[in-house]
């Protein structure tokens, strides 16, 4: 046996091993996000990235080839706002589901004045951030 192939079996012990140790699981998804978007509306008719004070926030997620185990989870965050601190996470909210989904976002008072964003996370990994303001 030469000396490459016993180090391409050496390695693939290993990765069986850590894969067993590890409650012999092996996730793959080819789930995907498509498009992630904030709009004024729960339809994401109108699209929009500059809301008013008094404004309800959605942020619409498009998947593709989602199974139905697929974790969405969405994160608003100040960026920078008046009289907030910058870095404050305002909400987050997860949903398990196979298809497209919105994430709403509303307040009681006025929201400050400032940017903002929110992190769109596909089964854990941030894969799209989209910024925007209130004037």
Do not use: H
């Amino acid at each position: 046996m030469n000396l490459r192939r016993v180090s391409f079996v050496v390695v693939l012990v290993a990765l069986l091993g850590a894969t067993l140790a590890c409650g012999g699981e092996v996730s793959a998804t080819t789930a995907k996000v498509a498009d992630a978007y904030l709009s004024t509306d729960e339809e994401g008719a109108s699209r929009t990235t500059v809301y008013t004070q008094d404004a309800v926030f959605y942020a619409q997620v498009d998947l593709q080839n989602a199974p139905d185990d697929t974790v969405l989870k969405a994160i608003w965050t100040v960026v920078d706002a008046q009289d907030t601190d910058p870095g404050l996470v305002v909400n987050e909210t997860e949903y398990t589901t196979g298809t497209d989904v919105y994430f709403t976002l509303s307040n009681n008072d006025l929201w400050p004045i400032g940017t903002y964003k929110v992190d769109i996370y596909l089964d854990g990994e941030l894969v799209n951030t989209v910024n925007f303001s209130v004037q």
